[in-house]
């Protein structure tokens, strides 16, 4: 395309508003005058000092006239240009010029949105793509509606939401990245570099991140041993009475007592940190076809879908809170919230029904389903 024939406008060719300095540099300019009261600056010359079109000068004076009223002759007498008034002028035109906020005309959906952040406690993001997927609200005027309206939503007070209610708009992350350091002699055999393909691309069902997510460092205390499917973002959650190897040995085996002929089914492999809890990682693969696979030093990216769902159990169990205030039961509701939480990465499915999808067999369904609960209670 050449540039004669180009009807495209340029990015620096772009129009833009006049901002209340630009304001302030046109009154200056059209103030100095010479001794017979002529202006020194016609507005062509503020355009090309402003690097906007001549015309830009002349609707601002002409659209800009701000008057006063003469009571004692009732006549009304134009007031010269004023920087300040002008862009005050802007300001309330500029707000009056703004088109109505979507879930302000749609009081339902935005109900629904807030009941999904407050109760359901659902991110703005997995509400709209799960609006999409299932064709909601249509019969209700149903609109087009994206992920940064119902930020600006809550930030602005147009649906009734606190930032406590939401987990994602409080935090700044802080990630210091850390060169890979090379693993102890005796995990380099088993180091996440050595990590088939078809775990990596998430291809197959049963390969597991596993990590541990403590209450409070200070003294003994219960922990939870959290195990995620790749593929599915399947989650299982586990109370243990230590952070000790051989309390995440125990509850492995509890976990293949249960399972039965039917584990290795299910769990192909693991991969984990090099946290103290899994030194005794032969004893936790010992008697099974599943592979162990563990991340560098200090980089638990590595396992980034484990580290992103103990992000949100958190919202459950902050920092610092005792995992012996929460009962098996409450471990198991967060377990089950988080089975049934769409996600993006899923096409807006819920865990579960993807887990649904990898087997036709009825009875490891069965076991899948009932894992949390009864290994927990045991």
Partial sequence: MSDTNNTLKKKENQYHHLTEQDRATIQTLIEQKDKNGKRLFNNSYIANYLGVHRSTISRELKNRKSYRFLIRSGRTIEKPYNAIDAHNNYLFKRGLSKGEYKLRKHSKMAKYIE??????????????????????FKNDGFCSISTPTVYNAIRYGIIHVKLEDTRRMKYKPEYEHKDKNSLPASKIPYSIE???????NRS??????????????????ECLLTMTERKTKFEIIFKISAKTSEEVVNKINQIKIFMNRHYNKVFKSFSTDNGSEFSDFLNII????????????????????????NSMIRYFIPKGTLIENYSFEDINNIATWMNNYPRKSLDYKTPLEAVLEEFNDKSIINKIYKLQETVNSI
Avoid at 204 to 221: A, L, N
């Fill in 204 to 221: 197959t069902f049963g390969h597991f991140e596993i990590d541990t997510v403590v209450g409070t460092k200070r003294g003994k205390h």
């Fill in 194 to 200: 050595n990590r088939p393909e078809e775990i990596n």
């Fill in 286 to 309: 010992k008697d099974t076809k599943a592979k162990i696979y563990f991340c560098h030093p200090y980089c638990s990216g590595e396992k980034g879908t484990n580290e992103k769902q």
């Fill in 115 to 136: 009941d999904k952040i407050k109760i359901d406690k659902w991110a703005p993001d997995v509400i709209v793509g799960y609006m999409k997927t299932h064709n909601m």
